[in-house]
């Protein structure tokens, strides 16, 4: 294994390498976060991956009995979530030292963490918003960039790193497309600290997810990303499968006006949210001809199943290659 890379977020987490294993629904398990964390990264899943609560509670303690090294857990922060509450307390409760917030306000998460030493790094897709958490007292953001598997955002990293490192004093950790070390020395050199994959991990041994979803990733080219509302509401990059085609990438028309309409929106935008996270379900962990599925646009440089521990050696070599590369490109 190489030496360390030394940036303010692995300083912060005190970790050896900059690279979160980002929180995926349905994707992430324990063993995905065990082992990114024992590789020196830093793994993480989204508390809702677990349920009942008791099940969170067992994994969050599972991990914890399985590796020393600092761990992370997403919590939605939006009115979708009624267990954020009780997902923050538990791993608090549990020792976990790094929370990755999406989709709302992140301030209780920033307050209660704080309290136990733990580090809340905030999604965010623009300047406006990472203000907005800087200002809460977040301790990094995370970069949430065109080409993203989830929620991605639409600007491109290579204007979004710089743009957000304008105003913000605080580490930001890039998202969205990486899969490649080389990627990785790019939006250090933006000004990134760190790196937060999902798409890559979706294609490892650790992951349970049914055998298609891996091939899928495997096969898949970038041209092959498309971004749907049909799955929360929010813009999600799923394969255009074509289940998906079939079905469209919009919301039917009397969803969208009672999703937009003043008095039918707080029953219809949850109401969504649920019916979609049970097509993913469906879709992720059995065969069906039902297939959506979540991916970026890295998938195009996904071209083999490999172990949690071999996708992190792989991105840190092909990072120390590509920075030694570009150092012999400087001024003579
Ligand atoms: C299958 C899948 C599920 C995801 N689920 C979540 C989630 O539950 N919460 C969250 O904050 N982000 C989620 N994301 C976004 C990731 O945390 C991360 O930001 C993204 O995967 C980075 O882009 P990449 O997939 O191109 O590496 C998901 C991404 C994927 C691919």
């Known amino acids: 294994m190489l030496k360390k890379i030394k940036t303010p977020f692995t300083e912060m987490m005190k970790i050896d390498y900059p690279i979160i294993a980002a929180p995926m629904f349905l994707v992430s398990n324990a063993d995905i976060v065990v082992q990114a964390s024992e590789s020196g990264g830093i793994g993480t899943f989204p508390a809702l991956n677990y349920r009942p609560i008791e099940k969170y509670v067992e994994a969050l303690k599972e991990i914890k009995s399985r590796t020393k090294k600092p761990i992370g857990v997403n919590i939605i922060v939006n009115k979708s979530n009624?267990?954020?509450?009780?997902?923050?307390?538990?791993?608090?409760?549990?020792?976990?030292?790094?929370?990755?917030?999406?989709?709302?306000?992140?301030?209780?998460?920033?307050?209660?963490?704080?309290?136990?030493?733990?580090?809340?790094?905030c999604d965010v897709t623009n300047l406006e918003h990472a203000l907005k958490v800087q200002d809460m007292g977040a301790d990094g953001v995370i970069a949430v960039s065109s080409g993203a598997g989830g929620h991605a955002g639409p600007i491109s990293p290579l204007v979004l790193i710089p743009w957000l490192k304008t105003r913000l004093q605080i580490p930001i950790v890039a998202a969205g497309g990486i899969s490649h070390g080389s990627m990785m020395s790019a939006v250090l050199a933006l000004g990134a600290s760190g790196v937060s994959v999902g798409t890559r991990f979706i294609a490892s041994y650790e992951a349970q997810v049914d055998e298609a979803y891996k091939e899928a990733i495997i096969k898949s080219t970038p041209e092959d990303i498309v971004m749907t509302t049909r799955v929360s509401g929010t813009p999600a990059a799923v394969i255009n499968t074509p289940y998906v085609q079939k079905i469209g990438t919009d919301l039917p028309w009397a969803m969208k006006v009672l999703k937009d309409h003043k008095m039918t929106k707080k029953y219809m935008v949850p109401l969504i949210h649920l019916m979609g996270m049970k097509s993913l379900e469906e879709a992720a962990s059995k065969p069906t001809w039902k297939t959506v599925w979540t991916a970026g646009q890295s998938v195009g440089l996904v071209e083999e199943i490999l172990s949690v521990k071999e996708i992190y050696e792989k991105l840190i070599t092909e990072y120390d290659e590509s920075v030694k590369n570009l150092s012999s490109l400087g001024l003579d």
């Open 82 to 121: 009624a267990r954020q509450n009780e997902d923050l307390k538990h791993a608090l409760d549990n020792g976990v030292e790094l929370f990755i917030t999406s989709l709302g306000s992140p301030k209780e998460v920033i307050k209660e963490a704080h309290k136990n030493g733990a580090k809340v790094l």
